[in-house]
C-alpha cells in the first residue's frame, strides 16, 4: 500500500507524519474545505522530468502554481516538464494525485517553494483518499530540499 510507504520512508527519516483519511474531492479546494484548511496548505508534489530523463520533486502550495522559468533558473537547466501519468507512475510508483516524495521510488531531489516554510501542510500520501500532514521545514529538512521561489 502506498501509504504504508510513505510511513515507512518519515520513520526511516525521522519525520513525524500523520496520514489521515479524506473523503474523495473533486477539486483541490473541495479537499482544502473538507480538511478544514486553505488550498495553500495543501501542498502538490509534482514529479517533473529533465531533459536528461531523470526526475526532480517540486513541492508548490495548493493556491499557486509552478512557475517554469524560476524553476528552471534554480534547477540550472533550459528544459524541465511534467511526464506524462505512465511517467510519473514509473517514476515515483505513485499515481497521480497521490504523489509524494516519502517512500517515492527513486531518491529524486525535492524543490521546495519558500511560501511553505514554516507551515503545518498537507501532502499526497500514496493513495486516493488519504492525505499526509506533516511540519514542512521537518520535510525539507528531512529530504535536504532546495528552498526557493518556485512558484507565481
Given at each position: ?51 536528461d530523463g531523470t526526475f526532480l520533486f517540486a513541492l508548490i502550495p495548493g ?12 534547477v540550472g537547466v533550459n528544459r524541465l516538464q511534467l511526464p506524462d501519468a ?67
Amino acid at each position: 500500500m502506498g501509504r504504508e510507504r510513505v510511513v515507512q520512508d518519515a520513520a526511516a527519516r525521522g519525520l513525524a507524519v500523520d496520514v489521515v483519511e479524506r473523503p474523495r474531492a473533486g477539486s483541490l479546494e473541495e479537499a482544502a474545505a473538507t480538511l478544514g484548511i486553505s488550498p495553500a496548505d495543501i501542498v502538490k508534489s509534482l514529479v517533473v522530468k529533465r531533459h536528461d530523463g531523470t526526475f526532480l520533486f517540486a513541492l508548490i502550495p495548493g493556491d499557486r502554481q509552478i512557475s517554469w522559468k524560476k524553476l528552471r533558473a534554480v534547477v540550472g537547466v533550459n528544459r524541465l516538464q511534467l511526464p506524462d501519468a505512465g511517467q510519473a507512475f514509473e517514476a515515483t510508483g505513485y499515481e497521480r494525485g497521490t504523489i509524494t516524495p516519502l517512500g517515492a521510488r527513486g531518491s529524486w531531489p525535492v524543490f521546495a517553494d519558500a511560501s511553505i516554510v514554516g507551515r503545518r501542510v498537507a501532502l499526497g500520501a500514496g493513495e486516493h483518499g488519504w492525505s499526509a500532514w506533516v511540519d514542512a521545514d521537518a520535510l525539507i529538512a528531512a529530504f535536504g530540499a532546495t528552498v526557493a521561489d518556485i512558484s507565481d
